[in-house]
Nanobody
Framework: QVQLEESGGGLVQDGGSLRLSCRAS????????MGWFRQAPGKEREFVAA????????RYADSVKGRFTISRDNAKNTVSLQMNNLKPEDTAVYYC????????????WGQGTQVTVSS
């Protein structure tokens, strides 16, 4: 059974930092692209960042470029999202996700962790 478990969310002030982590189990971690998505109240879930198996390629939403950094540790089956210079508009539930490289859709999802940025 595949499980993605997020941690690290919380409340932070405008301009602050948080680091999210996601631990994966029940899958061959190195064969998956790992990503982060977020969903704010009343809005659709949106892509935040993704990283391929060897970390050679990463991709970011324009709204977080230069502020967020995605990384992965294949030995520990974890993917992390370092979030700096957080803004109130970053407030959302953040989800860890996984998919095969050639897949069109993200097949595995975590339960989400809340990030709240106060102004």
């Amino acid at each position: 059974q595949v499980q993605l478990e997020e941690s690290g969310g919380g409340l932070v002030q405008d301009g602050g930092s948080l680091r999210l982590s996601c631990r994966a189990s029940g899958l061959s971690f190195i064969t998956y692209v790992m990503g982060w998505f977020r969903q704010a109240p009343g809005k659709e879930r949106e892509f935040v960042a993704a990283i391929v198996y060897n970390a050679a390629n990463t991709r970011y939403a324009d709204s977080v470029k230069g502020r967020f950094t995605i990384s992965r540790d294949n030995a520990k089956n974890t993917v992390s999202l370092q979030m700096n210079n957080l803004k109130p508009e970053d407030t959302a539930v953040y989800y860890c996700a996984a998919k095969f490289l050639k897949a069109d859709t993200w097949s595995e999802w975590g339960q989400g962790t809340q990030v709240t940025v106060s102004s």
